[in-house]
């Protein structure tokens, strides 16, 4: 178990209303994981309490002895005073440089690394983002709708290298997309309102590496599981 | 941009001089009280020479102490800006300080430092380094969450980072607030001149006072404009090459 949250209850620091009571979670296996449910029920700042960014809540966060967890989100950007090839480079570790062009491969940046990041499109911000966290040494990577704004093609293409790429890692996957984390992730969280009780449901996914033809049916029954539970 | 500034100010100087010349003929004031247009062209002749050296001497002033004002600005910004004691302190100080009019102190200036170079100096420099500080520490303090979490949790941020991302995501308003303080250091020159240097435009207009020349005075605040508008010309080049050197430009386009 790399990570597991116990009765974690949380309320903003300027805000009367609970947004968490006693939700308890947990990432048991390595592979691609989701984190779904309606805007505004509270899936960033969860991510950022297990990220360890956000203090201040009751319960208990239990990490494997020295995990390294990253959260990643599409309002970040990358300083404008240098290319985006430059600044990859720059903070890309010289053991992982080899990874860095088989990314930008897969990720087809290939047209971005010699422009400055304004210059891109929002897609293309949000994988060059992507791109320089998977390059830093992590054990868990939270993708806070890192793949917003990027084609349903290249998405699909990302996430299968992702796994290909990083077989023993773990990731969180936040994502609006029922289609998308039904398909791709092995478990979905599926954050509820605080209303509900449990406030968080494990629904199974397909976890399809895109190699084989997805099963349709049990696709659908995925999909309809994680649409009740939210 | 040269062109504008300098337009602008013409077009100010000699409304505000066709405004005098016609309140001396409405009023028939005597050509003691506001010299006639002729009166005005024959002292300009006069005293230009020397009320230029003044001038160049007051703007080099001007400019050291600006520049004394800036690094010291920068300095105490960027030591002030962590949200931890030092920096409360400082920020408090700042705001208090700010509040008070420094040029009252010019007088305590003079008299520990004589009415030399150093005093003229250190008011044009305290004359323009609050309101810099100010904005400065606001600038310097303020995070750009978007950029410097990913250096925070990969733990790359140093502070010599964290004030390079936000210097150059703050580029405009800092080149503005550089450009504003720049006529704050010529008033702080002038105003040290005018009360107890010996030698500057704020001098000679200090002699044109005794003298109640309005012809000299027109002359000095005629240079005194056209050199302040260079002044602040010269600033918005440098701040536009410093933007496109770090590649702003391009950001705007977008």
């Known amino acids: 178990m790399l990570l597991q949250c116990l009765n974690i209850t949380y309320r903003y620091p300027q805000g009367d209303a609970l947004i968490f009571h006693d939700l308890n979670c947990g990432l048991a296996d390595p592979g691609f994981h989701g984190l779904f449910g309606p805007s505004g029920v509270g899936k960033s700042t969860l991510a950022r309490i297990i990220a360890g960014e956000i203090s201040g809540f009751a319960g208990e966060i239990r990490r494997r002895d020295r995990a390294d967890i990253l959260y990643s989100s599409n309002t970040e950007r990358l300083p404008g005073w240098s290319s985006v090839g430059d600044h990859l480079t720059k903070v890309t570790p010289a053991a992982n440089l080899p990874l860095l062009q088989e990314l930008i491969r897969a990720f087809d940046l290939g047209s971005c690394v010699d422009s400055r990041f304004s210059q891109l499109s929002l897609g293309q911000k949000n994988r060059a983002n992507l791109t320089r966290y998977l390059l830093q040494d992590f054990d868990l990577l939270i993708m806070d709708e890192s793949l917003a704004n990027v084609d349903e093609a290249t998405r699909k293409q990302i996430i299968v290298t992702i796994k290909q790429i990083f077989p023993d890692r773990y990731f969180l996957y936040i994502s609006h997309s029922v289609a998308e984390v039904a398909t791709f992730c092995a478990r979905i969280l599926v954050l509820r309102d605080i209303h509900k009780s449990p406030q968080l449901i494990e629904v199974a996914g397909r976890d399809h590496h895109g190699d084989t033809s997805l099963d349709r049916t049990a696709l659908e029954r995925a999909m309809l599981e994680i649409v009740h539970a939210a | ?232 010309v010269g600033l918005e080049l440098l701040g536009l090459a410093v933007r496109k050197r770090m590649g702003v430009e391009q950001r705007i386009q977008q």
């Open chain 2, 1 to 232: 941009m040269l062109h504008k500034r300098l337009s602008q100010f013409l077009i100010i100087y000699f409304l505000g001089l066709g405004l005098l010349l016609a309140v001396k003929y409405c009023f028939g004031l005597s050509d003691y009280v506001i010299p006639g247009f002729t009166d005005m062209q024959n002292t300009a002749q006069a005293v230009a020479a020397g009320y230029l050296r003044a001038v160049l001497d007051t703007l080099g002033v001007a400019v050291i102490g600006h520049l004394l004002a800036i690094a010291l600005a920068t300095v105490v910004a960027i030591v002030g800006r962590p949200d931890n004691l030092l920096g409360t302190m400082i920020k408090t100080a700042a705001y208090n300080l700010q509040a008070y009019p420094i040029v009252a102190v010019a007088p305590i200036i003079f008299i520990l430092l004589g009415d030399g170079l150093p005093s003229r100096l250190l008011i044009a420099a305290i004359i323009c380094y609050f309101p810099l500080l100010l904005s400065f520490i606001g600038i310097l303090s303020e995070p750009v969450a978007g950029i410097e979490h990913f250096y925070i949790v990969t733990g790359r941020m140093r502070w010599q980072l964290e004030v390079k991302i936000r210097a150059f995501e703050n580029i405009h308003k800092l080149i503005t607030v550089v450009t504003g303080s720049a006529t704050l250091a010529m008033v702080g020159t002038i105003v040290a001149e005018f009360i107890g240097a010996d030698s500057g435009i704020g001098y000679s207009l200090r002699i044109a006072l005794y003298q109640s020349d309005i012809a000299k005075v027109l002359v000095a605040l005629f240079l005194i404009g056209v050199f302040n508008s260079l002044y602040l």
